[in-house]
Each structure stands twice: as C-alpha cells, then as structure tokens.
C-alpha cells in the first residue's frame, strides 16, 4: 500500500487508489471488487424487508419465515437480481496468485453455482400465498441444498482462504486482528447454518439465521477488500484533506 507521508494524494482520486490497491502483491483481483461482493450480501435482508413492506404490506410481511420467502414479495426482483449480481462477481473473483489459486477460483465458482441456483429455484410459498404453478417439491430440496452449500463455500472463505498469506508476508497486528474477524466470521456463518437447519426440521422461522450469516459473510468480504480504508478515504476526500 502507498503510504501518505510526504505524498498526498488529490481528493478526486484518493477514495478510487484506497479501493483499487492491491493489498498483496500477488493479488489478482482487487479491493473494490471484494467490496462489491461484501456489500450486496450486507445490504440484501434489509432491502428486501423494506421492499416488501412498501409494496405488500405489514400482514404478508409477518408471514415470511426465510430470506427465500422473499421470492413471493414484490421484493422478488430485488432478491433475485442481487443474487446473479453475487453470481456474476464471484464468477469473475480471481484471488491471490499462489499454490492456493486453484481453492480461490473453485470455491468462488461453486459459490456463484449456488446463488444462481438458489435464485431461480425457489423455496415453497409462505402460508396464505398461492404456490407457482410449475414448483415441485424437488425445487425446494434443490434451493435449500444450494443455500447450504453457499453458506459453507462463505465460511471457507472466512475460515481459511482470507487467512492465509502471501510468502514472506509479515505477520502484523492489523493482519493478526483481521484474521481473528475471518474466525469469528466463519464461526457465526457455520453457526447459523446449523441453527437454520434446527428451526428448519421443527417448521420455525430461519430468517433470522440466514440474516445473521449474511451479515458475517459480509464482514469478512468487507475486512478482506479494505472497505474501511476505502471510506476513510472517501470522507478525507469530501473534507478537502
């Protein structure tokens, strides 16, 4: 990264180089990208409730038991199209340029897999609203076989590719502080699996899980692509500093 000490970057560009930075040296891709992906999962349950309340009301709302009930909403363009959005930068995150290319690349692509596949194979219908006419129960089976395995190629990704390093690469306290987040984010996204699927085989809501894995998934994307960096450099930028 390039340091700011004797050398200042203009405010047009000093948001743009924090995001764009490689934060390796053999890094194929970059932060923003890593952003991008971070954000759309962050963003994802709270624009669906607010879509789905402007549209269909308070009483469908309290019956959605899932993030994948929101199909059946007038938030269905939202959830779908953020989605392939998902599936589309993943297909392209290239990763780090080292032994462990291969993990990055085929972990990226069954995770984008499985975003497409939980987008256009949808859960059942929530209660009180009409099923689609061409949904079977072997298309839930699929979606939430593809949720899961979603989920688990995110905690890969937390629990072990963001945590390794490039060779040589020293081991500082903000790259020790990093990797305890891609712990506990990778914990809490595995945790929220099983607890999806307890509250699932008892027939409970699994919003709130699936919300939360969401929102660690997140995290860890975020952490990785610098996003704090990147908004620090934003706001010195609109201060003209």
């Known amino acids: 990264m390039v340091s700011l000490t004797g050398c200042r970057p203009d405010a047009a560009t000093a948001g743009a180089a924090a995001a764009d930075a490689p934060s390796r040296p053999d890094d194929l891709s970059d932060n923003a990208h890593r952003q991008l992906i971070g954000y759309i999962g962050l963003v994802l349950p709270f624009l669906l409730i607010f879509i789905a309340l402007a549209r269909d009301g308070m009483a469908l709302w309290q019956s959605l038991e899932s993030v994948s009930a929101y199909y059946y909403t007038g938030a269905v363009a939202a959830f779908v199209g953020m989605l392939v959005a998902l599936a589309l930068f993943l297909f392209t995150y290239r990763g780090y340029a080292n032994e462990h290319h291969w993990a990055d ?25 009409a099923a689609l006419t061409w949904w079977a129960p072997w298309t839930g089976v699929v979606h939430h076989v593809a949720a899961v395995v979603l989920f688990l190629m995110f905690a890969v990704f937390a629990l072990w590719l963001f945590r390794l390093s490039a060779k040589n690469e020293p081991q ?47 995290v860890s994307w975020l952490v990785k692509g610098y996003a704090l960096d990147t908004i620090m450099g934003a706001a010195r930028s609109m201060l003209g500093r």
């Open 172 to 218: 500082t306290e903000g790259k020790r502080v990093r990797n305890a987040i891609y712990i506990v984010c990778g914990i809490v996204i595995l945790a929220c699996v099983a607890w999806a699927g307890i509250s699932g085989l008892s027939d409970r809501p699994i919003f709130w899980p699936e919300s939360i894995a969401l929102i660690a998934f997140s």
């Open 105 to 129: 690349r085929w972990t990226a692509n069954i995770a984008a897999i499985a975003a497409l596949v939980v987008a256009f194979f949808p859960t059942r219908a929530p209660t009180g609203v």
